[in-house]
């Protein structure tokens, strides 16, 4: 099996982690320009600039992408999302497969262009929502679709993510742009979700970019807001993130007349109606199951499908 890595930052690496031990005879061929990181923990706090992780990944290295004379079987593109679209079109014709970290380009015509493409080819694309791999999310899913007395009222969802990555320039996040749609980009990963669990009717979508103070003037909060359903009955729903929030509170939950339930990323939780389970996994876990789930499925189907439009779906509200 051959699979390839564009970019050795913090995300290169880990896909580059989970597929070399998911894959350990399979060869890894990694580009990354003129950009050189040193390696970078697990648990993304430490780097080592005294080594190089493509000799400890034991990833074979590419100077260029321009004469690329080998089939890969999954291309992932871990870059930032202005380059994106560019990577796409340098391993469209040598990739079964192309996973591309979040958000799918920083284009509305972009965008377009990859959907058509990958729907007239049958190209697997998928944009990077791990969110979509992580064993709560499924459960809320697999309840609020089997649980028939919601009369749903509202859903919330607030993640904290100070020093989440300690290798992050805020400056040159979404969030410091002071377009206020770059906060539907930052929020990109929640909003997929919920996309998922709420497709279709939805009514207004607002977005706020703001300061806590914590970084100084940098806009390190977004929020997005709005209402789903009909005229009669509508859910109201609000995401947040906040990378100045000290609280490292990563919650959410459905609220409804006749049910209730709660989510809780940072002990792995989650609550329906009173009674609580926990759930035990890693974040490489939700990676390995994503590229293990890409590596297996053998067309778009419809699940990639309705994936692919959800992401393009976030370009259109955020350009």
């Keep these: ?30 580009y990354r320009g003129s950009h050189f990181a040193g390696l970078i923990d697990k648990d993304l706090k430490n ?18 992408l321009d004469k690329l004379d080998i089939i890969i079987d999954l291309t992932v593109i871990a870059t930032p999302d202005s380059s994106h679209f560019f990577y796409a079109g340098k391993v469209w014709d040598n990739s079964h497969r192309i996973l591309i970290e979040k958000p799918l380009t920083n284009s509305i015509t ?51 993510l100070h020093d989440m990555n300690v290798f992050r320039d805020m400056n040159k996040h979404f969030l410091a742009n002071s377009n206020e749609s770059n906060a539907l980009l930052a929020l990109s990963h929640e909003i997929d979700f919920v996309f998922r669990l709420l497709p279709g ?11 806590s103070g914590t970084l100084g003037e940098v806009l390190d909060t977004a929020k ?35 049910a209730k339930l709660h989510w809780d990323l940072s002990d792995k939780s989650l609550t329906f109606n009173g009674e609580t389970s926990y759930f035990n996994y890693e974040p490489d876990d939700l990676i390995s199951a994503e590229i293990e789930y890409l590596i297996n499925v053998k067309d778009l189907d419809l699940n990639l499908r309705d994936a692919l439009n959800r992401a393009v779906r976030i370009i259109e509200l955020s350009y």
């Design 1 to 30: 099996m051959n699979l390839l890595v564009i970019g050795l930052g913090s995300a290169g690496q880990r896909h580059a982690r989970v597929m070399r031990r998911l894959y350990p005879k399979s060869d890894i061929y990694v």
């Design 47 to 64: 780097i080592d600039t005294k080594v190089d992780p493509i000799t400890h990944y034991n990833l074979i290295e590419l100077k260029n």
């Design 110 to 160: 972009d965008s377009h262009l990859l959907t058509k493409n990958a729907l007239a080819k049958n190209k697997i694309l998928y944009t990077g929502y791990q969110h979509n791999f992580n064993p709560i999310f499924e459960k809320v899913i697999s309840i609020y679709n089997s649980y028939s007395n919601w009369n749903l009222l509202s859903c919330e969802f607030h993640e904290s």
């Design 201 to 211: 009717n939805w009514i207004e979508i607002k977005s706020q970019l703001f300061s």
């Design 224 to 258: 997005v807001t709005g209402s789903y359903g009909g005229s009669a009955s509508q859910i109201e729903v609000s995401i947040s993130l906040g990378y100045g929030d000290i609280s490292k509170s990563r919650k959410g939950s459905l609220v409804g007349k006749d």
